[in-house]
């Protein structure tokens, strides 16, 4: 039986649904772009959901953007900018799926 997963008001039927939902919101935006409308409180429900959301969070979200990780440069992920002016990235998956010992 299919796990449903919920993000803030949202309720998706499965984990498959809820990541394809924030694939769509990622794919929506060109790297370097930040994240507009209803889509920043869609991420904002999605950060609680990370296994290390208050790290994440720090000072408070100012906001998200879209871009290429700064390590590798070949996915597409989603970062999250701080009050304080400092940012990182995070894992929809993780959000999504939960911790994972390899992530």
């Known amino acids: 039986m299919p796990k449903p997963v919920t993000i803030g008001e949202r309720v998706f039927g499965t984990q498959k649904s809820a990541m394809d939902e924030a694939r769509r ?3 929506r935006y060109a790297d370097g772009q930040m994240v507009t409308g209803d889509d920043v409180d869609f ?14 969070i720090g000072s408070g979200v100012a906001g998200f953007s879209v871009d290429r990780d700064h390590v590798y440069r070949t996915t597409r992920c989603f970062f ?11 894992s929809f998956e993780n959000c999504i799926k939960g911790a994972n010992a390899r992530r």
Request: aromatic residues 8%.
């Open 25 to 27: 919101v990622r794919d």
């Open 43 to 56: 991420l904002m429900d999605l950060l609680y959901l990370h296994s290390e959301a208050a790290d994440k």
């Open 80 to 90: 999250v900018h701080r009050t304080d002016g400092s940012s990182t990235d995070f």
